[in-house]
């Protein structure tokens, strides 16, 4: 029996968990085209706050290198996010199975990354005008195409630019700062 999540969405299968959240690969019934489900079942307003600010930022930036959101929403208490599908997988995969990539191919990833985040970066985002920063740049946010292109993925940590703090991190990937460490 397959489940049909607000009579629009057919949840293929489970493709990842962490931090809270669920990521289901599902279809939109209407469009038939392959989709993610972001479910995050953490039952806490300011957390809701969050990914509704997650959704906002994203539904308005059209990028090559960064995924479109399609949906946001509430059912049975759970909040979706309806994004892109990526096909293709994680950096950290090939990464951990010891592939090696040549010189070439991570300048050119090197440089789609770094236009996906100079986009990001621009002040003029949103009303009033604002560029985001990710936060959480590492190989199992970096999707990595068939075509062989990137995709920057998982923004649930982005912060706007003049925000006092950052929303997250992953240990390992952050800079000396957001460990709480001075250099002055």
């Known amino acids: 029996m397959s489940i049909i999540i607000r009579d629009t969405y057919q949840v293929i299968g489970k493709i990842g968990s962490g931090g809270g959240g669920v990521i289901y690969l599902a279809e939109h019934l209407n469009l038939h085209k392959k989709v993610i489900l972001k479910a995050d079942k953490r039952k806490n307003s300011n957390k809701h706050d969050l990914l509704r600010r997650e959704a906002d930022i994203l539904k308005n930036l059209s990028h090559t290198y960064i995924p479109q959101v399609y949906d946001y929403f509430t059912e049975n208490g759970v909040v979706f ?104």
């Open 81 to 184: 996010t309806v994004i892109d599908y990526i096909e293709g997988e994680s950096l950290d995969k090939p990464l951990k199975r010891g592939e090696t990539f040549s010189q070439p191919q991570v300048i050119r990833w090197a440089r789609q990354l770094l236009e996906a985040l100079v986009y990001l970066h621009k002040i003029e985002h949103g009303d009033p005008p604002r560029g985001y920063v990710h936060s959480d740049i590492k190989p199992a946010n970096l999707m990595k195409k068939p075509n062989g292109d990137i995709c920057l993925i998982d923004f649930n940590i982005a912060l706007t630019f003049g925000e006092e703090q950052l929303t997250g991190y992953s240990v390992g990937y952050a800079s000396p700062e957001h460990y709480g460490i001075d250099y002055s």
